[in-house]
């Protein structure tokens, strides 16, 4: 038999986070603790308004659920099913759930959740992200993010060349580049990656609307540079047709309900030859430190979610120098939780 508690929590930014469509200053979540037998594990709901799920909406979804249908953590696949057919959307809520499931099982197997996955353990190089700003204010955070192999510049606006001669200003180090669907005609796409290709550019996200399907297929083949799909890429059924418009996949955990089927998105996108990215939204340290133990799956590590709040409520895997180190703590790994004084 399983129970949970539920905890809404407001995770508050260090700055004002601009992207193309809207700035924000916290992110609503919905903490979660399942208890089953002496075992607790805790999962997390992050609800940026963007992907249209709130506090109120989670909690019903996980007020509304069947408990005598969740009654041993190990029956995942059954219980991913039966959230699936519960509600439609509530990505988030379900995530809360599929995370402490796993949380329960690696503490029961007493293994941290890649050995659970069988994946090895890695050193994650994460990108820091840099929203969009002016070029006084991005020239500060850059130098605050001196200590990361990568950033992750948002563009999409109508300063993107302003933005990038204020980063190239600072540093010359390796750029992951997120359009966040900012541009709108296909030619105008083309042109700034053939602009970005010269500027140190990894890779190119979500360049156009997610539904720009036809235009997608256009841009798909002629840039220069890959192309990974975020907003348009939820979950894995989205996977399966992703190689007509992208050449990779961002893999988030509040969009693929967890991690269950976020390991099946990697192995299917390994298997069409996708580039793997792994982010996150604006997230304590229990659902980045969840998302971790997928890290050696994916080409690209953007698991800053946790680094950019003030108030995170857990402490979980070390992050020195912009690496991650995972601990071997079972489950997600999180130290100590304080459930009670959050
Ligand atoms: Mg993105």
């Not at 539920?6 to 930014?13: G, I, M, N, Q, R």
């Not at 989670?58 to 959230?83: C, G, H, M, R």
Request: charged share 25%; net charge negative; glycine share 8%.
């Amino acid at each position: 038999m399983i129970s949970i508690e539920v905890k809404p929590y407001l995770l508050l930014k260090k700055h004002v986070f601009r992207i193309a469509g809207g700035a924000r200053t916290s992110t609503p979540v919905v903490l979660v603790r399942l208890k089953y037998e002496d075992f607790e594990g805790y999962g997390e709901a992050s609800m940026p308004p963007l992907y249209g799920e709130t506090i109120a909406s989670a909690q019903n979804f996980i007020k509304t659920l069947d408990f005598s249908n969740i009654t041993y953590p190990f029956d995942v696949e059954n219980i991913s099913a039966y959230l699936d057919a519960h509600a439609k959307g509530n990505s988030a809520a379900k995530a809360a759930i599929d995370m402490a499931l796993h949380d329960l099982i690696g503490k029961i197997e007493q293994v941290p959740l890649y050995q659970y996955f069988n994946l090895p353990k890695a050193e994650l190089k994460t990108s820091k992200t840099i929203g969009i700003d002016s070029a006084k204010i991005i020239e500060e955070r850059v130098a605050e993010a001196d200590a990361f192999q990568y950033l992750k510049i948002k563009l999409g606006g109508d300063n993107d060349a302003e933005i990038i001669k204020a980063v190239r200003h600072v540093t010359d180090k390796p750029l992951f580049v997120d359009a966040n669907q900012g541009w709108t005609s296909k030619e105008e796409a083309l042109d700034k990656i053939e602009w970005l290709k010269e500027e140190n550019i990894v890779f190119i996200e979500q360049p156009m609307p997610k539904t720009a399907f036809s235009d997608m297929e256009w841009l798909v083949s002629r840039s220069p540079l890959p192309l990974i799909g975020d907003e348009g890429i939820q979950r894995l059924e989205d996977v399966k047709t992703a190689s007509r418009f992208y050449h990779g996949i961002n893999i988030k955990l509040m969009k693929s309900t967890g991690l269950h089927e976020a390991y099946k998105m990697a192995k299917m996108a390994q298997s069409l030859n996708l580039k793997i990215m792994l982010g996150c939204m604006s997230e304590t340290s229990c659902a980045i430190g969840a998302a971790v133990h997928l890290g050696a799956m994916a080409d690209w590590i953007d698991l800053d979610g946790n680094l950019g709040v003030t108030n995170d409520p857990y402490q979980g895997h070390d992050v020195k120098n912009g690496i991650i180190y995972l601990n071997d703590n079972s489950g997600i790994g999180l130290i100590n939780p304080n459930w009670d004084n959050i």
